[in-house]
């Protein structure tokens, strides 16, 4: 070895082993001339970006071509171990549930708080995530048996009536005007519905075992088949009489005359109509000619004066109590 490569393997040494002792002060002045110069820092990242266009898009490409290559060989790798995993798992499956247990048995006992704050973490996790499963779940058990759910309501109502009191009594104080308002709306919505002669609101909960009914009504009637003598029975019984569809274009033809009448008077039947229309369209022509024609321009037309006053000539007297 030279003396030249020597010493430029105990500089680069020196220099690691500086790098090393002053890691957190080295990162401490770069943070703080990052933060001073960012201005400069970010006009000469876009000079030089301007300047070395075609390299930047190149460098990127490949960054994401590594990136892209490198998310992919994760993706294998991880369905590669679940695939082992699931595998092992399935090959003793009460081994495999024992080794869990006594693994959460260790980790319990080792840290309790610890172990029911992680519990709880990934509980709640996993139900912000699959939250619309879990309503779906808690409906359909509601669904399936409402008395269970009832029953533990009135458990519930029974251990806490007087906190259920309190806390019903504070709700009240806190949203008076809220449901002074609901009540307000309910009302006006009655009042309509009443001017509008619509019937009143009949929805009601039904049980399990009228829903299953429904259901199998519905599953048989619309899943029969549909034969061309059922279509024609149908057709029959919901075809419009031949007489209700004449009344009905009659009445269409009269409005779209009387709407074309209105639209265009000189067409109209009535003899008042077209002469009063006509009149009005030879004003307008001869008035347009009259402007053309004009030297002068025209005088201002005078304002209406009112009907002179005649005095109305007294009554003859009826002898009465008038006189």
């Known amino acids: 070895m030279s003396k030249a490569e020597r010493e430029r393997r105990q500089r680069l040494e020196r220099g690691r082993r500086y790098r090393a002792e002053h890691a957190e002060e080295r990162a401490a002045y770069t943070k703080k001339y990052r933060e001073d110069h960012a201005e400069e820092i970010a006009a000469y990242r876009k000079r030089w970006r301007e300047a070395n266009l075609d390299h930047a898009r190149q460098s990127n490409r490949e960054y994401m071509r590594r990136r892209a290559a490198e998310e992919r060989k994760t993706e294998e790798r991880r369905q590669r171990k679940a ?3 699931r595998a092992r798992y399935h090959t003793d499956v009460e081994a495999s549930r024992a080794k869990v247990r006594e693994y959460l048995a260790g980790r319990r006992a080792a840290d309790p708080e610890g172990f029911r704050e992680g519990k709880k973490r990934r509980n709640d996790v996993w139900r912000a995530r699959n939250r619309d499963e879990v309503n779906r779940r808690q409906r359909e058990k509601k669904r399936l ?5 009832a029953r533990r309501a009135q458990e519930y109502y029974a251990e806490h009536a007087e906190e259920r009191r309190e806390y019903s009594r504070r709700y009240r104080e806190e949203h008076r005007e809220q449901d002074r ?3 307000r709306q309910w009302r006006a919505r009655e009042r309509r519905r009443k ?3 619509l019937p009143v609101r009949r929805l009601h909960r039904i049980g399990a075992e009228e829903r299953a009914a429904n259901a199998a ?3 048989e009637f619309f899943g029969r088949m549909l034969t061309p003598e059922y279509q024609g029975r149908v057709e029959a019984e919901l075809r419009t009489p031949p007489a209700l569809i004449a009344a009905w274009e009659r009445d269409c033809e009269r409005f779209r005359a009387a709407q074309y009448a209105l639209k265009h008077p000189e067409a109209s039947s009535a003899v008042v109509n077209r002469r009063t229309a006509e009149e009005e369209r030879m004003d307008a022509i001869a008035r347009v000619i009259n402007d053309r024609l004009r030297i002068t321009p025209r005088r201002p037309e005078p304002c209406p004066q ?3 006053y005649e005095p109305v000539a007294p009554a003859a007297s009826s002898g ?4």
């Open 83 to 85: 695939a082992y995993s």
């Open 145 to 149: 048996d409402p008395s269970a759910n």
């Open 181 to 183: 308002e609901r009540s």
């Open 195 to 197: 001017e509008a002669g």
């Open 217 to 219: 009504a519905a599953d």
């Open 306 to 308: 009112p009907d002179p």
């Open 320 to 323: 009465g109590m008038g006189l």
